[in-house]
């Protein structure tokens, strides 16, 4: 087996969990699959001295996220207002969907609330367990600034849930 093989067999499930997350399911299977292009094309480039490819593979899926994300703040929008996104394909998935719509609309709106910056710090680190300095690493940014974002995004999404059930 080839190594883009074995990379596309260790990662693509979790990549593709990360963007369906952010964009929904139709989105996902072709971002997922862009991805692994990308890293295929840009193979050359990949810093050898990092002996995991998982944090450059999320930087890749998060980019192109960002060509996406009008597409994913109203995604947000429509999860906090409770109404149900079209773009799931299975029954069991618009299930899912209902109730973590029904259960979830606060959080919803604070996602689509945030920066594109902060929020894709903070889906990093909470749906695919990145660290700060695989976070850096993926988004090629200093960890600080990691950590800054994550901080403020936290304390938005608190600030934003607490002002929603006070009303």
């Known amino acids: 087996m080839s190594g883009s093989a074995r990379l596309f067999d260790r990662y ?13 399911e139709s989105a996902a299977d072709d971002i997922a699959a862009e991805t692994f292009l990308g890293a295929f094309r840009d193979r050359a480039r990949y810093d050898l001295s990092h002996p995991h490819a998982r944090a450059w593979l999320y930087g890749i899926a998060s ?9 994913e703040a109203r995604r947000y929008r429509a999860l906090a207002r409770g109404a149900e996104v079209t773009d799931v394909a299975s029954h069991d998935e618009r299930v899912v969907q209902r ?5 979830q609309p606060r959080l919803a709106a604070g996602l689509a ?15 695919a367990q990145l660290s700060y300095e ?4 993926a988004l090629a940014i200093p960890r600080g600034t990691v950590g800054s974002r994550l ?15 006070s009303s």
Do not use: Q, W
């Open 12 to 24: 693509h499930e979790a990549i593709h969990r990360y963007v369906h997350l952010r964009l929904g």
């Open 63 to 71: 980019n192109l996220v960002a060509g996406h994300r009008r597409a």
């Open 99 to 103: 109730v973590s719509a029904a259960m």
């Open 113 to 127: 609330a945030l920066s594109p910056g902060d929020r894709t710090v903070l889906l990093l680190v909470a749906c």
């Open 134 to 137: 695989e976070i850096a690493e």
């Open 151 to 165: 901080s403020r995004a936290r304390r938005k999404l608190r600030s934003f849930v607490t002002i929603e059930e």
